[in-house]
């Protein structure tokens, strides 16, 4: 027996040698990776879009938001519940049934000739997304095992998870300006008609050696509870915390919520192990994750409008400032399984949110001048590269030492932690931003509370995963 010092989570490791994927590794890495791109193209794609399809559809200001909200419910509120169906019936199984459930979702977008149609096409495209993201995750965290091939492995996916929503920004507007926003949702279902066919061949079934029963009391209130929640805050986005659909809904949110902790402490065969929840590992990595994505989604957001309605930015030009953002995240991903291979995933989500909240502080120095757009694409740039950091380490910190048979619902946590996040954050500050009688004013209150809140979480990580200056954080033993 000798040390292995390769674990993702472990502290300070020996440097080693990357090791080498087959071409099979990496055709199964492709095939996972582009599933993962195609669901994060579509949370950001269609923005630009919105007002070409509602005066092409006929819908108003007021119901454009369904556009977006038609898709989040549904992929936020069945992420665990499809994370443990996989686990107990295949997560290859459920994997190709969401993307053939996606692509035909897309086609139906695409030809949508009402509203009606599109919005049942976007709802179907986030119940696709469902079953992709967490069983996709699976299959990634099984095939290649714990160490320095899984950090290669969720780098790679963590990277294009970011670059995803980076390049559908810019994509958005191209293909709407040049060939109408149907191109936006035609690009989708070409995603899919590459990525479908060749699944099958590669991706090894995976699922536990038992197959308990599944919990269907669990499921029920963990999938309304997240239903409530998110309808709740992509409404308030619009229309305030004041309206009676808003305040019920979270009211029975919260309610359901507390209903499923109540259903699985008394259940034989829990949705999610509360026993896991209380794994330091996976209950201030989720957090950490929660806030890395809520507060970068809403710098984005108070960003795009700070750019066209204070510098006076075209849409194309506040796509290329992203652009930036984008590439330095896509280096950002190349090395981060290196920081992480020398100091741990524990240290590196720490340092990454810290590095996060820090230029986000930096972004109070904007004002009304010209020149302040070299501010906000260096500030921003550097801070995703900090915040991708923050993605990859916290998904690592989850799901390393979680046995395979519960990969499925680790990595269901690290993905509704997500979608929560991308859903919370504009609705609970981006409203300070919008009602602001000064926009400038609202932007400034919104990233000075943005910063506090992602540097106090960095605080609160390091203390409760117990990450201290200096400490070596103790190491498996593994066989050579």
């Known amino acids: 027996m000798a040390i292995d010092t390769t674990s993702p989570v472990t502290g300070p490791t020996e440097p080693l040698d990357t090791p080498r994927l087959s071409t099979r590794d990496k055709l199964v890495l492709f095939v996972l990776c582009a599933a993962q791109f195609m669901v994060a193209l579509d949370f950001s794609v269609l923005n ?50 969401g993307l053939a459930l996606f692509g035909a979702a897309s086609l139906l977008a695409t030809l949508a000739w009402d509203p009606a149609s599109f919005l049942t096409g976007r709802a179907l495209q986030g119940l696709g997304a469902a079953a992709i993201v967490p069983t996709g995750m699976s299959l990634l965290t099984t095939t290649f095992p ?34 109408g926003w149907r191109s936006t949702m035609a690009l989708l279902t070409l995603f899919a008609l590459i990525v479908l066919p060749l699944a099958p061949a590669l991706l090894p079934e995976s699922r536990t050696p038992h197959r ?5 009391p669990g499921a029920i ?50 949705l999610v192990s509360l026993p896991m929840l209380r794994r330091r590992t996976v209950a201030w990595g989720n957090f950490g994750g929660l806030v890395t994505f809520s507060m970068m989604s809403t710098v984005v957001f108070v960003l795009t409008l700070y750019l066209q ?131 400038l004013s609202g932007v400034h209150t919104v990233l000075a509370i943005d910063a506090a809140v992602v540097l106090l979480a960095a605080v609160l990580v390091a203390v409760g995963l117990r990450v201290r200056s200096g400490a070596v954080e103790p190491q498996p033993l593994r066989a050579r």
């Not at 454009?64 to 992420?79: D, E, K, M, R």
């Not at 991708?388 to 946590?413: H, M």
């Open 146 to 179: 714990e160490g320095p091939a899984r950090d290669r492995a969720v780098g790679i996916s963590g990277t294009l998870l970011s670059l995803g929503f980076t390049v559908g920004m810019v994509a958005g507007g191209v293909l709407t300006d040049t060939f």
């Open 221 to 270: 209130t963990v999938t309304a509870g997240l239903l409530s929640l998110i309808y709740a805050l992509s409404t308030a986005a619009d229309h305030g915390f004041g309206r009676a659909d808003v305040v019920t809904a979270l009211a029975a949110g919260v309610v359901l919520l507390a209903a499923f902790v109540t259903v699985e402490s008394r259940s034989q065969a829990p």
């Open 212 to 216: 308990p029963r599944l919990d269907v």
């Open 309 to 439: 309605e204070i510098l006076h930015l075209s849409a194309f030009e506040t796509g290329l400032v992203f652009g930036v953002q984008g590439v330095l995240s896509a280096v950002a991903g190349a090395w981060a399984p290196r920081v992480i291979g020398r100091i741990g995933a524990r240290r590196t989500l720490v340092a990454s949110l810290a590095g996060q909240g820090a230029l986000i502080a930096a972004l109070l120095g904007l004002n009304a001048h010209g020149w302040s757009v070299w501010l906000a694409v260096t500030a921003v740039s550097l801070s995703s590269m900090c915040h991708l950091g923050a993605i990859i380490s916290y998904g690592l910190t989850v799901t390393s030492g979680v046995p395979d048979e519960e990969q499925g619902l680790a990595t269901g946590l690290v993905t509704s932690t997500q979608q929560v996040g991308l859903t919370v954050g504009i609705p609970l500050l981006g409203v300070l931003a919008t009602t602001a009688h000064d926009l």
């Open 48 to 97: 630009v879009a919105l007002p070409a399809l509602g005066s092409d559809l006929g819908m108003s200001r007021s119901a454009l938001q369904w556009a977006v909200t038609a898709f989040a419910l549904p992929s936020g509120g069945f992420l665990l519940l499809f994370g443990r169906t996989g686990d107990l019936f295949g997560r290859r199984k459920l994997f190709l049934t």
